[in-house]
Structure formats: structure tokens, C-alpha cells
Nanobody
């Protein structure tokens, strides 16, 4: 069974930066596209960014384009999300999962809080 462990969240002021990490185990990570998703209080989980198996293709939600960068290191079974110029509306729990078809399992996520 796949396991996903997200980390790197925290409290940051608007305009600040954070780097999230997600370590995957339990299956062949390097063959899967991966994505970052987020869920704010009272809202549904939404797509943030995705990267294909090789790292050569990425995509982003319009709300984060130009501010966030997704990357991966297949040797470390890890996918990253560099978040710059953070805004209060980025406040949410951030999750990683396979993209475009998520695993049934979701990790605990990591909380990102951006103060104004």
C-alpha cells in the first residue's frame, strides 16, 4: 500500500516562502505523475500543481502560476512544492497524491498558514 508523507508547512507572513516535501513509499514512484492539492477550511480539495513521471512537464492552477514551482527527485521518491510570494488565500492543508488519478489513500497533509 502506498504511503504519502507531506512536510514543510508552517506559519509565514504574506510575501514569504515555504518549500513543501512529499515522500512516497510502497510502490514505483518514478512511473507516476504526481500532484499537489490543497483544502482550505470549509472548501473542497483543489488542484494546485502537477508534474509528470520524468519531471519534464508541469502544470499549475491559475491562482498559483508564477509563484509556485513543482519538482521531483525520483531517486529520493520525493516531490516538492516551492511556494513564493505567499498570499493569505494560500492558507490550507496541502496534500500530495498521484496525478491525474489519485491513489485511494491520502496522507495527513501539511498545514500552511499565511498571515496578512
Amino acid at each position: 500500500q502506498v504511503q504519502l508523507v507531506e512536510s514543510g508547512g508552517g506559519l509565514v507572513q504574506a510575501g514569504g516562502a515555504l518549500r513543501l516535501s512529499c515522500v512516497a513509499s510502497g510502490r514505483t514512484f518514478s512511473s507516476d505523475g504526481m500532484g499537489w492539492f490543497r483544502q482550505a477550511p470549509g472548501k473542497e480539495r483543489e488542484f494546485v500543481a502537477a508534474i509528470n513521471w520524468s519531471g519534464g512537464t508541469t502544470s499549475y492552477a491559475d491562482s498559483v502560476k508564477g509563484r509556485f514551482t513543482i519538482s521531483r527527485n525520483n531517486a529520493k521518491n520525493t516531490v516538492y512544492l516551492q511556494m513564493n510570494n505567499l498570499k493569505p488565500e494560500d492558507t490550507a492543508v496541502y496534500y500530495c497524491n498521484r496525478h491525474p488519478v489519485p491513489y485511494d489513500y491520502w496522507g495527513q497533509g501539511t498545514q500552511v498558514t499565511v498571515s496578512s
